[in-house]
C-alpha cells in the first residue's frame, strides 16, 4: 500500500467538468540507475494507471520511466449523477490498489 | 587464464565484453521511427494539440507538464508524449472514456537533459497533431 493524496469536489453540477488532482507516494525507480557497487537498480514504476465514474472509464494512461517520483496527475471529470470515482493503479510488482471518493451531482 | 591465451582469445572474439554498449539517450531518429509507427499512415500536422513545459527547466527531476487538445473528448483517441533525449523516450500515453470532462492530463515528468519534447495527439477519425517544445535543462535527472 501506498499513501495517495487526492483532491476531489465533494459536490459537481451535472455535466460540467470538474478538475481532480492526485498525488501518489511512490519512487518510480526508473531502471537506469546504479548503486554503489555499478549494479542496475531494479525497475519499479507504476505503469498504469486507470480512472472510472460509476465504472465507465475516465481515463486510462501507460506510465513509463519519465514519469517523475511521486506522480502527480490532474485531469477532468465529468458526472451526470452522484456517484464513486475510482483510481486505480499498477505497478511493477504487480500492486494494485485503489482509491475512491464519492462525488454527489445536483 | 593466463596472459598469452587471453590475448589470443581476444583476437578471436572469445571473450565479449561483460556490459553491452549501448547509448545513453535515445536519438531523435529513435523518436521519428516510434512516432512513424503511430502514426500508422497518417500525415502529422501541427496543431489541435497543446504542450505546456518551461523553456528553463532548473531541475530535471520534475518539470510540469501539461497536454491538451482543442477537440471535444470523443474525437481523440490517444495523447502520447515523447522525449527525444531520455534514455527511454516514450514519456506517457493516455487514451479518454465517456466520463472525460476534457482531452487534457498534467503530470510531472523526468528529462535527462536539454532536448525536444513531442506530444501527439491521435484522433479518432485517423488524423495526427503534434505540438513540440524546446527547452533546456540545467540540473538533469540523475541517470547514474
Known amino acids: 500500500m501506498v499513501r495517495v493524496l487526492t483532491n476531489v469536489p465533494k459536490q459537481a453540477k451535472r455535466g460540467e467538468p470538474f478538475d481532480v488532482k492526485l498525488l501518489i507516494s511512490h519512487p518510480m525507480e526508473s531502471g537506469q540507475r546504479r548503486d554503489a557497487m555499478g549494479a542496475t537498480i531494479p525497475r519499479s514504476i507504476i505503469n498504469s494507471f486507470v480512472c472510472t465514474y460509476n465504472g465507465q472509464e475516465v481515463l486510462r494512461a501507460d506510465l513509463f520511466p519519465a514519469i517523475a517520483a511521486n506522480p502527480f496527475f490532474s485531469f477532468a471529470v465529468v458526472a451526470q449523477e452522484s456517484g464513486m470515482l475510482a483510481m486505480t493503479f499498477t505497478d511493477d510488482n504487480g500492486i494494485v490498489q485503489t482509491e475512491t471518493v464519492s462525488v454527489a451531482v445536483e | ?96 472514456g465517456p466520463n472525460a470532462g476534457a482531452p487534457r492530463i498534467a503530470t510531472r515528468i523526468r528529462l535527462a537533459t536539454s532536448q525536444t519534447v513531442i506530444a501527439i495527439a491521435k484522433m479518432a477519425d485517423g488524423t495526427c497533431w503534434c505540438d513540440s517544445v524546446d527547452l533546456l535543462v540545467t540540473l538533469a535527472a540523475c541517470i547514474d
Open chain 2, 1 to 96: 587464464m593466463q596472459r598469452r591465451r587471453f590475448l589470443i582469445l581476444s583476437g578471436t572474439g572469445l571473450v565479449v565484453p561483460l556490459a553491452p554498449v549501448r547509448p545513453v539517450h535515445a536519438t531523435p531518429a529513435d523518436v521519428a521511427a516510434l512516432i512513424v509507427e503511430l502514426a500508422a499512415g497518417a500525415e502529422l500536422r501541427d496543431g489541435r494539440v497543446k504542450l505546456d513545459l518551461p523553456v528553463m527547466v532548473e531541475n530535471g527531476n520534475s518539470v510540469g507538464m501539461t497536454v491538451s487538445v482543442d477537440a471535444p473528448v470523443a474525437d481523440v483517441q490517444s495523447i502520447d508524449v515523447f522525449a527525444e533525449g531520455n534514455p527511454l523516450p516514450h514519456v506517457l500515453r493516455v487514451r479518454f
